[in-house]
């Protein structure tokens, strides 16, 4: 139960947000949150902080037309919530995938928010995608749906606007055809109103690789607080895309043993440890199947078609496929198999109940927003890098980011702390991005 005020503004926003659930579920998880301050901070109600905050500025629904290879038009529907601009221009990914609807993009935009907020860079929050299925479509289709997708958006975006980048089903491939549309509409090479961009033409070193670094650092660093570390540690991953490949790099680099990798298909499990090149070969480059991953690795692999990632066995966990993948009975077997931290590379992959098992059991807990917040703010770093017209190294780059994770991870801890919460990183997060938000909205006055 929340109490009655915050009870009465989440009531308000069901009714105004009917049939969104996973946006319910970010709204909800952040309101039970606050409520260990909502009695230090009248402030915040005499502002309606969290009435305005869960209302987003500006949400844009548009018809995307395209023609297939067929020569079939084809009508998807594309999606830009500018969620909240009190720390900067909107900033939030991309996510092309059939799933995706207003309630989606909701969570996402707002979930980013706090999650920007916490990088403790200038970046609002935003989120944005389409219905469309990248999957089996060629070359060409993909490029006429961003040409469409983009004669639409284009007109809401700038480098002091709105940055859209990538998120599932949108990477470099997208981001590219994406950007050079934008080029063409405004005849202006504004490197910095798209981040995730390739490395010939304006993208950062590590952006690729910041969100699973990102996840695997925070991983380390709740690990360390506990006197623990990735050393010769099993490590599940579940997904292989972006998050994914990058978290598994980054677990192997730190000490540990990555086990598995998962799509809508099933899961794989290596007990050598994931061959990241040939993981790379198949998701990356063929854009192909996990199951091919066992066909090809040999004995030290097996593919389990369906079932659950999370049976098992393994001592830290980093859910980095979507959101809702782990509930309450995989949360359950992997505190039976002795799960000692997990950091969500994905967005609230967790669903609540499962959150709740590893609360109760004590295990180290790292939400999304905290978690995977490498990918954002390594955009950030991109945005920098553009507006500078410079490009930093590889290794400067990493620097800043695992700087920015060790940051985020402090941050959630002294917060929790203060709140009198110690080691609730969901807590710690949540109040530590919200402060931010809130006290930069209060100095604005209602607008
Ligand atoms: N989609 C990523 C996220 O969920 C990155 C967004 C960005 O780089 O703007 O944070």
Redesign the pocket.
């Known amino acids: 139960m929340l109490d009655s005020t915050l009870q009465d503004t989440y009531d308000h926003v069901l009714r105004r947000n009917p049939g969104e659930p996973e946006f319910h579920q970010a709204v909800r998880e952040v309101f039970e949150s606050l409520e260990v301050i909502q009695n230090r901070h009248p402030e915040y109600q005499d502002h309606s902080i969290l009435m305005r905050l869960s209302e987003p500025e500006r949400q844009i629904i548009f018809r995307v037309p395209w023609v297939d290879d067929k020569g079939v038009v084809q009508v998807n529907r594309g999606f830009r919530v500018e969620y909240n601009s009190a720390l900067g221009p909107y900033?939030?990914?991309l996510r092309f995938h059939p799933s995706v609807n207003l309630g989606i993009v909701k969570f996402?935009g707002f979930e980013?928010i706090f999650?920007n907020s916490l990088t403790g860079l200038p970046i609002g929050g935003g989120k944005g995608g389409s219905d469309f299925d990248p999957r089996g479509r060629s070359d060409g289709e993909v490029m006429r749906f961003c040409q469409s997708f983009m004669t639409e958006l284009h007109r809401h975006m700038g480098e002091y606007t709105d940055?859209?980048?990538?998120?599932i089903g949108v990477g470099a491939r997208e981001i590219g055809y994406l950007f050079g549309t934008y080029k063409r509409l405004t005849n202006r090479y504004e490197a910095g109103v798209l981040?995730?961009k390739g490395l010939d033409w304006g993208g950062s070193l590590v952006r690729k690789e910041a969100?699973g670094y990102g996840a695997a650092i925070f991983a380390a660093e709740m690990l360390e607080a506990r006197d623990a570390s990735f050393e010769g540690r099993r490590v599940g991953v579940s997904g292989s895309g972006n998050v994914a490949i990058y978290a598994i790099e980054k677990a192997r680099q730190l000490g540990g043993l990555p086990v598995t990798a998962s799509d809508s298909s099933g899961y794989v499990v290596d007990e050598k440890g994931i061959d990241l090149e040939l993981l790379q070969q198949i998701k990356e480059v063929e854009r192909g199947r996990i199951a091919e991953y066992a066909e090809r690795r040999g004995d030290s692999a097996r593919f389990v078609a369906g079932g659950s990632v999370w049976d098992v066995p393994m001592d830290i966990a980093l859910p980095s496929a979507t959101q809702n993948e782990l509930d309450a009975d995989s949360a359950r077997t992997l505190v039976k198999n002795g799960v000692l931290a997990v950091s969500e590379g994905a967005?609230m992959p967790c669903t609540p109940d499962a959150v709740t098992v590893f609360r109760e059991a004590g295990i180290a807990f790292g939400p999304g927003k905290a978690a995977?917040?490498g990918?954002?703010a390594?955009?950030a770093l991109e945005m920098q890098q553009n507006a500078s017209r410079d490009a930093w190294s590889f290794a400067h780059t990493e620097e800043r980011l695992t700087q920015i994770m060790k940051n985020i991870h402090a941050t959630c801890l002294e917060t929790a702390e203060e709140v009198g919460r110690p080691g609730d990183y969901v807590v710690g997060a949540n109040v530590a991005g919200f402060r931010k938000v809130a006290d930069a909205m209060i100095a604005f006055g209602v607008i």
């Open positions: 900033k939030g990914g996402l980013q999650k940055v859209p980048a990538g998120d981040t995730g969100t967005n995977n917040a990918g954002v390594t955009s």
